[in-house]
């Protein structure tokens, strides 16, 4: 069993950058990619980025790719996601999750241990 805790999620102005840390527990997770969802009111959980298990190759979604940097501590089981220049579209719960899948990667259902998401919001 994996259990995953996000953090570092809050209420930023237009412009402005957050970073949020998903740290895992029960066992490594040296051998699981990496990835961050969100889910903003209403709308079906959305694939945001992902990290292989070594950390060589990420994927984002095309509108937070320049804006948004995944990246992870295999050390400390922690994974990251940097978000710059954030927009009020941005608005959302979000959630990080582990996946053995090698090509699926923006597939939610590719996913097998989530955490309990940390609220993100982006207004002035």
């Known amino acids: 069993q994996v259990q995953l805790v996000e953090s570092g999620g809050g209420l930023v102005q237009p412009g402005k950058s957050l970073t949020l840390s998903c740290t895992a527990s029960?066992?490594?997770?040296?051998?699981?990619?990496m990835g961050w969802f969100r889910q903003a009111p209403g709308k079906d959980r959305e694939f945001v980025a992902h990290?292989?298990?070594?950390?060589?190759?990420?994927y984002y979604k095309p509108s937070v790719k320049g804006r948004f940097t995944i990246s992870r501590s295999n050390v400390t089981n922690t994974v990251y996601l940097q978000m710059n220049t954030l927009k009020p579209e941005d608005t959302a719960v979000y959630y990080c999750?582990?996946?053995?899948?090698?090509?699926?990667?923006?597939?939610?259902?590719?996913?097998?241990?989530w955490g309990q998401g940390t609220q993100v919001t982006v207004s002035s």
């Open positions: 999750a582990t996946t053995r899948t090698l090509s699926l990667w923006y597939a939610s259902g590719e996913y097998d241990y």
């Open positions: 029960g066992r490594s997770v040296l051998n699981y990619g």
């Open positions: 990290i292989s298990w070594s950390g060589g190759t990420t």
